[in-house]
């Protein structure tokens, strides 16, 4: 008699109850096609239907002689769920007290039955090989920094601050030398026989790397993963990554988890930009996703970016990461701007960087920074200087243009009859400048000088040597041929008035990013700005100001000193909840918890804990959120429902959410 085969399996479903192993009996049509990692579909008796789901792993039945109900159907062949994406999905699950389908929900597309009869039908993908000349390309891009190149091949978890300069393509086009430096990491470990994932923010940086790497790699191993492709060509990008071949991924913060064959390389480019950071349950943070990963499979790990954020900073404190500086330092030359002595303190343009504004556009074009965009993004009663709202819903005022209606930019209403609630007065007064009245304003001051605006309305990726100023908002600056004849960052003093706890640090990385832009020995006006930061980037020590910003937060207990959990819902679920933790994590000190304060929905509570209680504060938060939404599932015929289940728990909250 032949031995009973289990399948367990994994249901997608959001459900918490439902984030564990379900085992399910083998039916003889699917002996030879139910194997791990496969798409199946299943019944699930609590909701008399069948679902989705993944098979994890094939087992023996337990001992006791239950009835199993058997699978309903294996969807495709494709073994898209290997064990080690299965395992860093749980990993990363149980560090933010989620749950791994949703995890998988964003490592795997979407099937596509065309994708994947194509990626079937064209057999099996054959090893790249590098051109020893691209090798020696890159090992001699790597050797200008201190052991960068060993530490790639030894597997070790490295920080490296890439050269501040623009540079230029075979083909004569603009590209940051961090994209650079990147390629040469991949093509490296491609040379190698071993894959690489290249994580960045955007797909303007995707854009670059990809530009990097072309004619370096064989097409056939470059990977795109990005969300804004097909869903048929992502699901065949995803597909190339299982195959037994090694590759070059390069995505956004999803790309973190593909499944690539022998994994040797993970760089994330610019960890602090906060396009890194998952919106969606549980919101693992792509850095953390990287670091569980290369504890998990191996390979090197490279954190770069022109800042440094506290996190890895903290890391490299702690020794967990090691920092690999480049054995000749290079910086911008940046010029704090004040006003002079006669001058209107309240000149948003210093006469120091108009007359450096005007000196380069003799060369080449110049880079003026803005906080917003838009015409006018703020308007104030022009008597008693009361912030303009809308009538309707309370939303803040803009203008389009010089004399237009102001509109809300909250519901997008006109209010032609506006009227101060505060002094009754009619009249307006535009309270900012953005990227377009900027360019307005600069336009008149340089008659004839060609005028660029490069904003989330008005993408410009490159510009060409000739001379013209470039309006753009910060992270919106296009790539300059030859770099920038001088840099302008305005508005400085406005961007660090943002109620935000990394607000320093944000500041730092849109003013550095920006100074990277320029071409060597071009100067960089900060206008307006003083202080730590203005410091910080004056003499380029972006990991000095890293390691000021945690020694101030550690006596505060706030992050990244200390991970943050909050739990959200009912005054009596979260209560339960607080007292499930203190009874688990008895080293919770009293000021531990903070809450529970009332909200717009019921309560919520912040938890402050060291990183080694993460373990067991998220095994208990999530025991919580499990064992409310068991009583608050569907009732029975004749029962009266339950509570509803509005218990919400997020570990590492984001800054803004604080």
Sequence with gaps: MTARRVARVLIDSPLPQLDRLFDYEIPSEFADSALPGVRVRVPLRTAGRVVDGFLVELGEPDASDRPLSELDAVVSPVAVLPTRLYALARRCADRAAGSASDILRLAIPKRMVRAERAWLASGIAEAPAVDPDHLLWANGTLDAFD?????IDAGERLAVDPPPAPALLPNGSPIGSWA???AAAAVRTLAAGRSAVLVVPDHRDRAELEAALEGRI????LVRD???????ARYGAFLRTLAASPCVVIGNRSAVYAPVHELG??????DGDPLLG?????GVHARDAALLR???EGGALVFAGHTRTTDVERLVAVGWVRESPATRRTSPRVVLSATREGESRGARVPSAAFAAAREALAQGPVLVQVARPGYAPVLVCAECRHPARCPHCGGPLHAARQGAVPTCTWCGRAIPGWMCPECSST???????GSERTADELGRAFPGVRVIIADGDHPVSTVDARPSLVVATRGAEPLAAGGYRAVILLDGDRMLLAEDLRIGESCLRWWSNAAALAAPGAPVHLVGVAGPVARALATWTQSAYARAELADRAPLRMPPTVRVASIDGARAAVDAALAALRSAVPELDREAVLGPLPRDEGVRALIRFDYALGPRVAESLRASVVNHAIKARRPAKGRAPGPRNTLKVRVDVPDLDL
């Design 278 to 282: 998952e919106p969606l349950s549980p």
């Design 180 to 182: 650079l430096l990147l």
């Design 427 to 433: 009249r307006l007064r535009m309270a900012s400048s």
């Design 265 to 270: 390389l993970i760089a994330v480019w610019d």
């Design 147 to 151: 052991g960068l190149g060993a530490g």
């Design 226 to 232: 990005d969300s804004r492709q097909s869903s048929p």
């Design 294 to 296: 290369q504890e998990l």
């Design 218 to 221: 064989p097409e056939t191993a």
